[in-house]
């Protein structure tokens, strides 16, 4: 089995870390491949070095069929990991250096037992939806997002986007922006702005206004079978499309489709950690505020 190590600069896992992550693959006997930033910083911490026939750049290529793709940082990190993915039938793990976590769910302290599940075969797997974006101008490439897809204002002035759905207006947004998210998004951005928490498994997409004018307008679930179409007018012409973790500059009247992607992402969690239970963790529900 191969382990495609993965993680960003920031992140910066101590010593300790990184030398339980890579004593642990020696352990199990797995082979390695890592990403040119996150080995730099294993060079750095320590006195290991990397061999360069192990190290990959903005794409991991081809790897073999059981490879498990191992992202040490927070959800942003796990984001980018994904997008570096050559193969998206690749399992993709986490474990959580960072901060809130709903994606990479392994912790510190887990690293351990994770790795034993990887070796035993224990993982839990699960298909994650991913978003098809169209309509970008300067990308000539697919482009997707597990998370979510943000239409956002640049100027202080607001923004307006008419949202449609299989061909119908669903609304005019006036404000911030707006937000089409998958349910793995649902703990993400859409969170932040008010939407609903949705469980992976369900088959939607959510549509969150961002600050909207209208104090009547709420967020909208709707089906991951259909289109969404969003028609944006920035008053300087110029607005921001964020989609997961990377940026676009558009245009005004620029119109973006939205659409599930062909792609999935198989996450993966340890055997003994549910949805349910990283939300009673990560947003404290057990926590009793009236003590």
Same mark, same amino acid.
């Given at each position: 089995?191969?382990?495609?190590?993965?993680?960003?600069?920031?992140?910066?896992?101590?010593?300790?870390?990184?030398?339980?992550?890579?004593?642990?693959?020696?352990?199990?006997?797995?082979?390695?491949?890592?990403?040119?930033?996150? @080995?730099?910083?294993?060079?750095?911490?320590?006195?290991?070095?990397?061999?360069?026939?192990?190290?990959?750049?903005?794409?991991?290529?081809?790897?073999?069929?059981?490879?498990?793709?191992?992202?040490?940082?927070?959800?942003?990190?796990?984001?980018?990991?994904?997008?570096?993915?050559?193969?998206?039938?690749?399992?993709?793990?986490?474990?959580?250096?960072?901060?809130?976590?709903?994606?990479?769910?392994?912790?510190?302290?887990?690293?351990?037992?994770?790795?034993?599940?990887?070796?035993?075969?224990?993982?839990?797997?699960?298909?994650?939806?991913?978003?098809?974006?169209?309509?970008?101008?300067?990308?000539?490439?697919?482009?997707? @997002?597990?998370?979510?897809?943000?239409?956002?204002?640049?100027?202080?002035?607001?923004?307006?986007?008419?949202?449609?759905?299989?061909?119908?207006?669903?609304?005019?947004?006036?404000?911030?922006?707006?937000?089409?998210?998958?349910?793995?998004?649902?703990?993400?951005?859409?969170?932040?702005?008010?939407?609903?928490?949705?469980?992976?498994?369900?088959?939607?997409?959510?549509?969150?206004?961002?600050?909207?004018?209208?104090?009547?307008?709420?967020?909208?679930?709707?089906?991951?079978?259909?289109?969404?179409?969003?028609?944006?007018?920035?008053?300087?012409?110029?607005?921001?499309?964020?989609?997961?973790?990377?940026?676009?500059?558009?245009?005004?009247?620029?119109?973006?489709?939205?659409?599930?992607?062909?792609?999935?992402?198989?996450?993966?969690?340890?055997?003994?950690?549910?949805?349910?239970?990283?939300?009673?963790?990560?947003?404290?529900?057990?926590?009793?505020?009236?003590?």
């Amino acid at each position: 089995m191969k382990i495609l190590l993965f993680s960003r600069p920031q992140i910066a896992p101590s010593a300790a870390d990184i030398e339980r992550i890579f004593s642990l693959i020696e352990r199990y006997g797995f082979d390695f491949a890592i990403n040119q930033e996150f @080995a730099t910083v294993v060079e750095k911490q320590t006195s290991r070095k990397i061999e360069a026939e192990k190290i990959y750049t903005s794409s991991t290529g081809e790897q073999p069929d059981k490879s498990i793709m191992l992202c040490c940082g927070g959800d942003g990190t796990l984001l980018e990991g994904v997008h570096r993915l050559h193969n998206k039938n690749t399992i993709v793990a986490g474990i959580n250096f960072g901060h809130l976590g709903f994606l990479t769910t392994a912790t510190r302290e887990g690293v351990e037992p994770l790795f034993e599940d990887i070796a035993m075969g224990r993982l839990h797997i699960r298909p994650r939806t991913m978003l098809q974006i169209e309509g970008i101008n300067q990308c000539d490439e697919v482009v997707t @997002a597990l998370n979510e897809v943000s239409a956002q204002r640049l100027e202080a002035t607001m923004l307006k986007v008419i949202a449609k759905v299989d061909n119908q207006v669903v609304a005019q947004y006036n404000g911030d922006g707006v937000i089409v998210a998958t349910p793995t998004g649902s703990t993400a951005y859409s969170l932040s702005a008010g939407g609903p928490i949705v469980a992976p498994e369900c088959g939607c997409f959510l549509i969150t206004p961002l600050a909207p004018h209208n104090f009547g307008m709420r967020p909208v679930v709707i089906p991951d079978t259909a289109v969404v179409e969003l028609e944006i007018h920035a008053r300087h012409g110029e607005a921001m499309l964020s989609v997961d973790n990377r940026t676009y500059r558009i245009g005004d009247d620029q119109r973006i489709v939205i659409r599930r992607s062909a792609e999935r992402i198989l996450l993966a969690t340890p055997h003994n950690i549910t949805f349910y239970e990283t939300l009673h963790s990560k947003l404290m529900w057990d926590v009793d505020i009236r003590n």
